[in-house]
T-cell receptor
Framework: GEDVEQSLFLSVREGDSSVINCTYTDSSSTYLYWYKQEPGAGLQLLTYIFSNMDMKQDQRLTVLLNKKDKHLSLRIADTQTGDSAIYFCAESRLEYGNKLVFGAGTILRVKS | KAGVTQTPRYLIKTRGQQVTLSCSPISGHRSVSWYQQTPGQGLQFLFEYFSETQRNKGNFPGRFSGRQFSNSRSEMNVSTLELGDSALYLC????????????????FGSGTRLTVV
C-alpha cells in the first residue's frame, strides 16, 4: 500500500526537544522528506534522507531512519514558538512513479 | 536563486467555470508536479511533468489536466468546476537523481488557493 502514517498532534514547551514520528512503506529505493507548513502557506522543505542512510543532521534538525521498523523521525532541538506548524512526512518511491506520498501531518504546538 | 512561483495566489470561481493555474519551477529543475491539499483528503498527487511529457497521473477525473512548456513552466487546468474542487493547489519542482530516476529535493511553491462558489 501507499500509506504513510504520522501521529496527529504534539505539544512541547519552548526550549525542549520535539520528536515527530512517521512510518512508511517498505522499499529498496526511497527518499523520505520532512516538510513544514505554516498557516496559509505552502510547504517548506526542511530536509530529506535517502534510505541507505541512518541519520542526517542539519543545525537544529536531526532525522533518524530505522529501515527495519520502517520508522522515520524528525527531532527539533531547542524548539521555539516559531516552530509551531504542521509537519508532513513524505515518501518517494520508484514504484509510485515520480511522486510524493504524504502523511496526514503532525500539528506541533510550542508553549512558551 | 528564485524559488517555485505560483500564480495567482488566490482565486474565486463559480461552479461550472474553468480555471488555469501557473507554476514556474526553480531554474534548472525540469520535473514539475502538482498536488491538491484539502482538509478532508490531505495532500493528493495530481500529475507530474518532465520535458513537456506527463509521466505520472493521480486518481483525479479528466476535468483536471495540465501541460508543461519547453522552459519547464507548467500550467494546470480544471474545467467545469465543482464545489469540491475548492482547495490549495501546490506545485513542486525537483531535480532527478541519475542513480534512481527519482525526483530529489522537491521544492514547493506557496500555492494557489482556489475557492469555488
Amino acid at each position: 500500500g501507499e500509506d504513510v502514517e504520522q501521529s496527529l498532534f504534539l505539544s512541547v514547551r519552548e526550549g525542549d526537544s520535539s520528536v515527530i514520528n512517521c512510518t512508511y512503506t517498505d522499499s529498496s529505493s526511497t527518499y523520505l522528506y520532512w516538510y513544514k507548513q505554516e498557516p496559509g502557506a505552502g510547504l517548506q522543505l526542511l530536509t530529506y534522507i535517502f534510505s541507505n542512510m541512518d541519520m542526517k543532521q542539519d543545525q537544529r534538525l536531526t532525522v533518524l531512519l530505522n529501515k527495519k521498523d520502517k520508522h522515520l523521525s524528525l527531532r527539533i532541538a531547542d524548539t521555539q514558538t516559531g516552530d509551531s506548524a504542521i509537519y508532513f512526512c513524505a515518501e518517494s518511491r520508484l514504484e509510485y512513479g515520480n511522486k510524493l506520498v504524504f502523511g496526514a501531518g503532525t500539528i506541533l504546538r510550542v508553549k512558551s | 536563486k528564485a524559488g517555485v512561483t505560483q500564480t495567482p495566489r488566490y482565486l474565486i470561481k463559480t461552479r461550472g467555470q474553468q480555471v488555469t493555474l501557473s507554476c514556474s519551477p526553480i531554474s534548472g529543475h525540469r520535473s514539475v508536479s502538482w498536488y491538491q491539499q484539502t482538509p478532508g483528503q490531505g495532500l493528493q498527487f495530481l500529475f507530474e511533468y518532465f520535458s513537456e511529457t506527463q509521466r505520472n497521473k493521480g486518481n483525479f477525473p479528466g476535468r483536471f489536466s495540465g501541460r508543461q512548456f519547453s522552459n519547464s513552466r507548467s500550467e494546470m487546468n480544471v474545467s467545469t468546476l465543482e464545489l469540491g474542487d475548492s482547495a490549495l493547489y501546490l506545485c513542486a519542482s525537483s531535480l532527478l537523481s541519475v542513480q534512481t530516476g527519482l525526483g530529489v529535493g522537491y521544492t514547493f511553491g506557496s500555492g494557489t488557493r482556489l475557492t469555488v462558489v
